[in-house]
């Protein structure tokens, strides 16, 4: 018998032997990972045990219906006193917080953002401000504040005005006396618009074009989807989620979010190149932000990378426009399903602007029954749901409960605000709660989050607020779509299922 046939006649053993082998090995791999799995869980378990929980399944975790994750959230509030550990699935739970001493005791440490939930939003806003941790977190917040500085804020009350006066003048266009809008999205350009101009030296107009809009519709898909990965087991694996269809689907919405920020930064660069507009530029006290970033030195003299650079226009573009547009709309269903409230508000927006031709930063802190009325509506939809930290060493609470090293802490706003124990009788719509002597905790109302890393643009969000409030209330009466009631749905910012649908009477 010749070599090769003997080489063929022990081909079939080694192929058989091979893969035993392989099965051995997958057999090892998946009882150690079984084990692993298993004694997380065995851990969870442990440092839960002082927080009771509604039951759960020990492999599928809490089961919520879809879009019911508010309601069952507030059914847990009510249930179990400031916290309540929430199973994703066997080896995967959050405590969730909604009491103001705890929130004032996790906000004035400086634990760092879930690295296993918020790393799902790397591949679209990269590294900013959101995601950043410690001392490199710090470098950027410090190097940024400066943009959110009053005198740099005044001027963009104007430019906001502006913005909000566009979206106006289309819906005299849409208006018929029997149909309703669907305000969300109109909103969204306008915020666009107005963090474009004020915040990127954006000189186009962002509600007519076509790019734009391409733009929001990327953010509500990244927002979705990026909700549903956090949910998935199967989908906490990149490579497998790359495969998936929600996977292509996000690679995609990523590409059309970083063209739209490529462009305004290639824009703003080509602007620069201009020796009149370095002029400007070095008659100015302080810069806007994409300016700070393009001119920017960090400690060791070198300037931002061209990727920390992106993350941060990133990062803002959208948190400067979808949180804004998220508060703006559900403030308007508010008052449309308050007419006593948004009376009065328009008759103080009326006593102090008259017909609106010109709104100014003073006229921000002269309105404060509307402001009222704004923090009402910022509590009951409260625009960021929920932040998630990484507890990197143990901590106490108020009560003598604790939690060790390497527990998530999920930082329910909107449990907070909806918690009967912190306001009584939560679901009413009461602006008197924020009347200027009125007293709360501290930590009671938190609509921009708090301790160190609070939101930076705080002050922009709420100017920008008031003025859209306020010129929209001299132009328009709202009124609600009774066919069409929004029902709010958490994702990074509370959105509607269904849209949030007004109907708009036009004031003579």
Not at 8 to 16: A, D, F, K, V, Y
Not at 23 to 43: D, E, I, N, T, V
Not at 373 to 398: D, G, H, N, Q, S
């Amino acid at each position: 018998m010749s070599v090769s046939a003997l080489s063929l006649t022990r081909l079939p053993g080694s192929i058989s032997e091979f893969l035993q082998l392989a099965s051995l090995l997958g057999l090892l791999l998946f009882l150690y990972k079984a084990a692993q799995l298993y004694l997380r869980r065995q851990w969870l378990l442990k440092a839960f045990q002082q927080f009771p929980s509604a039951p759960s399944h020990w492999l599928f975790g809490h089961k919520i219906q879809k879009d019911q994750e508010l309601q069952q959230i507030l059914s847990w509030v009510e249930n179990f006193p400031s916290a309540f550990p929430r199973w994703f699935w066997g080896s995967k739970a959050h405590i969730v917080i909604y009491d103001p001493d705890y929130m004032k005791v996790i906000l004035g440490r400086s634990d760092p953002k879930a690295s296993g939930t918020y790393r799902f939003l790397a591949p679209w806003i990269g590294y900013g401000l959101l995601l950043l941790n410690e001392q490199t977190w710090f470098q950027h917040r410090r190097m940024l504040t400066p943009a959110f500085h009053y005198d740099i804020l005044k001027p963009y009350v104007g430019i906001v005005a502006d913005s909000v006066r566009v979206m106006l003048d289309k819906w005299e266009k849409l208006i018929d006396k029997d149909s309703s809008v669907e305000v969300f999205q109109h909103i969204s350009m306008m915020t666009l618009d107005s963090i474009m101009k004020c915040a990127f030296s954006y000189q186009g107009n962002v509600q007519v074009d076509r790019h734009s809009q391409s733009y929001i519709k990327a953010i509500g898909d990244l927002n979705n989807l990026f909700f549903d990965r956090v949910r998935n087991v199967f989908h906490q694996i990149d490579t497998i989620y790359g495969l998936s269809s929600n996977g292509r689907l996000f690679h995609r919405a990523c590409q059309l979010a970083h063209e739209h920020t490529d462009q305004v930064i290639k824009e703003r660069k080509a602007q620069l190149q201009n020796e009149r507009e370095l002029e400007k530029i070095r008659r100015k006290r302080r810069l806007d932000f994409l300016d700070i970033l393009l001119f920017a030195k960090m400690e060791n003299g070198s300037s931002l990378s061209d990727e920390d650079l992106r993350a941060e226009v990133d990062t803002f573009m959208f948190e400067g426009h979808d949180t804004t547009a998220s508060a703006i709309s559900w403030i308007f269903y508010a008052l449309a399903t308050h007419p006593e409230h948004q009376k009065k508000c328009r008759e103080e927006v009326q006593s102090l602007l008259g017909d609106g031709a010109s709104i100014t930063w003073d006229h921000m802190d002269q309105m404060p029954y509307t402001t009222m009325c704004i923090k009402e509506a910022l509590r009951i939809y409260t625009p960021v749901p929920v932040v998630v930290r990484e507890l990197k060493t143990p901590v106490t609470f108020p009560d003598g409960r604790s939690l060790p090293k390497g527990i998530m802490v999920t930082l329910s706003f909107y449990g907070l605000h909806h918690n009967s124990k912190v306001w009584p009788n939560p679901e009413v719509y009461d602006p008197s709660r924020f009347a200027p002597d009125s007293s709360r905790h501290s930590h009671s109302f938190l609509p921009f989050s708090g301790g160190a890393r609070n939101c930076i643009g705080k002050q922009f969000a709420m100017n920008e607020l008031k003025v859209a409030v306020a010129l929209t209330l001299l132009r328009f009466e709202l009124l609600p779509d009774p066919t069409r009631i929004p029902f709010p749905i958490p994702r990074l910012v509370l959105k509607s299922k269904n849209g949030i649908h007004l109907r708009l009477r036009k004031l003579h």
